[in-house]
Structure formats: C-alpha cells, structure tokens
C-alpha cells in the first residue's frame, strides 16, 4: 500500500513539471485536475479523519430530576461553551457545525444548593456518528440554587445630608420612605443573609425645612452591616423612592404647672412659684417654624398637695405633637413646699354646712353626723384660723337628678376660706372630697 501510494505522489510531481512547460491555460486546468485527484485519492486511501469543534454550548439536564422537583436552578456555570475533539468518517463530519453539537451537563445527582463539578457529555442533534477523542473542559462548575421572593422593609442612608444652624434633622423613625418595603427575587442563598434595606440618598445638601429627596440607589442590608453587591444576580420589583426628611427648628421653652381643686380664694399663683421643678425649661426641636415659648406639663390637684408631696411628668405626656426633647429629660418632677407647713383637722357638724341651688319642691336634710377635714398651710395661718372662717358648701345640682325624685344622695362638700389665701383642704378619712349623704323628700302643695 506504501509503495503504491508513493508512486501516486511521483507521478503527480512530474505531472506538475510537465504541465507548466506548456501553455498557461493548460497549467490551470491541469492544476484543477490534479487537485480533483488528490481530493479522490485522500478520499479512497484516508476515509477517517480527526475535526475540532469549537463553542459547543453547555446545557443543563434537569428532566425527572431531584433538582427539577424541588425548583432548582442552574445560576452559574464555570464555562458556557467547550472544545469537542472528534473521529469520524470523512463524509459524516466533514462538515460538521457546532450547532448540530450539545454540550450536555446532567442534575441527576444534585440534592442541596450547592455547587456541584458535573461531566459533560456530547449529543449530536442531526444523528451523525463520530468517536469524541476529547472535550474541553470535560467537567464544568455549576452552582445549584432555589429562586425565592422575599420582602424587606427600607430604611434610610442620608451620609451628605445635614442641617444648617439652628435647626435639626428628625430620628430615623421620623423619616419616611414611599414605598417603605422592597420585593427581591434571586437565590435563596443570597437572600437568607438579607435583612433589609437602605434607600440612599446621593445628595449633599444643608436643610433648613422639611424635604422630599428621591432615590434609585439601593444598599442591600444584614442588620447595620453592608452586604458586597449581589444586584446582577437579583431583581426588585420597585426602582424608585421617596424620602421624606421632617426638619425641626431647635428652641427653648420655659416649663408651668396648672392647679385644680383649690378653695376658691386660695392664691394658685403665689402657691405655684413655691414649686421646685427638676427642669424649668427644656430644649426642644418643632417641626417647622411654629414655637411657643412656653408649655403647661400638667395639673396638680389641690386636694392631692400634702407637705412636701412630689409629682411626676412625662414629657412625651405634655410635648405637643411635632416637638423633640432634644435635652432627653423624659420625666419632670414638681416637689411641693414643705418648710414652714402644717396640717390641722377641723370638724363641721350637718348645722355648720350650707345648702346651694337647692331644687324648691324638694325639701333636703343632711344624715351625716359630720365631717373632719384635713386643712394644710403656713404655721401662721393655721393658727389664726378657727371653723367660723372657712365656709363648707354642699352644691345639690352637683350629683342630684331630679328625674330620680325622693331618696338618698352621697354629695361632694366643698370649702372656701375667704379670710386665707395660703390655705388649702386635702380630704377626710382617705377621700379627696368629703361627702355628706343627704336625703331629699317632695315637698306637700
């Protein structure tokens, strides 16, 4: 066969050398001939030939799979393409495209999201026959995991913005977000270590009122640590956002204290400058402009005052809505007088007690034996002061129906102490307001 194949060659080249002796139009068609002979003797004496293909694409084999069942996906593939290195006769792949080639990578044995080294395996689509010699890469690297939903709430990053002087940004729960939650899909691996959420604010600015900023930019978030940026492998269902940043103008208000209660010729003013508050004045925050410059914490009771007594405030209880206690005081505390003070209980019989607004077809008669006040005030005026100067008053229409006719009633006794206006009454036998039972029967015509 060697021999013979070498004598094809020999006579070919003198062919060759012959043929350009002569006429350039029969050099030509002999040189196609000669080829035309080569092609059939290749053919006849080397029918199998070696081929590479090149940029085979990989495909992942989920049918009846684990993986398949239990909703995973392919997310990443170490490569997307390989190199087929195949032998076959010359007529069958001689012309053979990477098209007619699938590079195909089975998820048979994918249980877990996880990454997996899958072998690769090569199907012809046009059914061609072919011994593969090699691929390359033989196994590729294939990230397995589950695409899920997940929400998460939104909160603000606002590092180039500030406040000028005088006023002062609103705490992150002040601050609102529209939309305030966040849908993102993409690999459940990536998404357990999501928590939340930033909506950024690219702005630098110096606010001196309320502002609405809007953001595209979006920090995935576990808890206050920033996660390295996962976006090309997730989507989010809303891509713009507003941020709602209140701003408070800072100010100083001066701190007062109602009474209640008190005989009506008793000097709340004078009274009220006696108090000692633990803070006079707190620094506050007021969205906007508006301010006051000063602000009632609450009411003290009279009847509740005894020497010395102490009564507490919350802030958050009397700051209007829009303020911020910027001095976090949280508590104000009034402590009563208590030097110079003493108490004294005086007794009033039924006969010392006045009846007012008295309806006039019903005839009303006190039951009660009696009441013992407690009365508190300066040790000087306690002294001088004796029954005869305090005035105890039942008001009928305060607790009596009409509707309801004869029969009995518990009403409130009150005092007045017009010769006193340092004095005041705290109650009988553990009650703030003492009371007398009285009794009413209808008048005859």
């Known amino acids: 066969m060697f021999d013979a194949v070498k004598n094809v060659f020999n006579n070919i080249g003198l ?5 350009f002796e002569k006429d350039l139009f029969i050099k030509i068609g002999s040189i ?3 080829i035309l002979i080569w092609f059939g003797v290749s053919i006849s004496e080397y029918p199998s030939i070696s081929k590479v293909i090149y940029n085979v694409p990989v495909e992942i084999n989920f049918e009846g799979t684990y993986a398949q069942a239990n909703g995973y996906e392919a997310l990443d593939k170490s490569d997307e393409t390989v190199t087929v290195y195949i032998k076959g006769e010359r007529g069958e792949i001689g012309n053979l495209e990477a098209d007619e080639l699938v590079a195909s990578a089975s998820a048979e044995d994918v249980m877990y999201a996880t990454d997996y080294k899958l072998p690769i395996e090569i199907v012809c689509t046009t059914g061609k026959t072919f011994e593969i010699e090699k691929i390359e890469p033989a196994v590729i690297d294939v990230n397995f995991d589950k695409i ?3 929400e998460v709430t939104l909160t603000p990053e606002l590092s180039g913005v500030k406040t000028s002087d005088g006023y002062i940004m609103g705490d992150e729960e002040d601050i609102v977000i529209v939309p305030n939650t966040l849908n993102i899909t993409g690999p459940a691996q990536i998404l357990e270590n999501i928590t939340n959420a930033a909506a950024v604010v690219n702005e630098n600015a110096s606010l001196t009122s309320t502002t609405d900023f809007r953001t595209t930019s979006i920090k995935l978030m576990n808890g206050s640590t920033a996660i390295a940026d996962e976006n090309e492998k997730l989507t989010f269902d809303k891509s713009e956002f507003t941020v709602h940043v209140p701003v408070y103008t800072k100010g100083t208000v001066s701190l007062n204290v109602q ?3 008190a005989p009506e010729s008793f000097d709340a003013d004078a009274f009220k400058e006696k108090l000692e508050l633990s803070v006079s004045e707190l620094e506050v925050a007021v969205l906007g402009d508006s301010s006051v410059d000063s602000l009632d914490i609450g009411t003290i009771d009279m009847r509740e005052v005894d020497i010395g007594s102490e009564f507490s405030f919350a802030t958050e209880d009397f ?7 910027l001095n976090e005081v949280h508590t104000v505390t009034v402590k009563c007088p208590s030097e110079g003070l003493v108490q004294r209980s005086i007794h009033f019989t039924n006969s010392s007690i006045q009846l007012v607004n008295a309806p006039s077809q019903y005839d009303f008669n006190i039951v009660t034996s009696g009441v013992t006040p407690i009365f508190v005030g300066p040790a000087e ?3 001088q002061l004796s029954s005869i100067d305090i005035i105890a008053k039942i008001d009928i229409l305060n607790g009596f129906n009409i509707e309801d006719g004869e029969g009995y009633c ?9 010769s006193h206006s ?6 009988s036998d553990g009650d703030l307001s003492p009371r007398a039972t009285i009794v009413a029967t209808l008048k005859n015509n």
């Open 15 to 19: 062919f060759f050398a012959r043929l």
């Open 32 to 34: 196609i001939a000669a």
């Open 148 to 150: 899920i939903t997940k």
């Open 259 to 261: 009474i209640t209660n």
């Open 319 to 325: 700051l209007p809505e829009g303020y911020q206690d």
């Open 381 to 383: 005026s306690m002294e």
């Open 410 to 418: 518990k009403l409130p006794i009150t005092f007045s102490i017009p």
């Open 422 to 427: 340092d004095i005041w009454c705290i109650g």
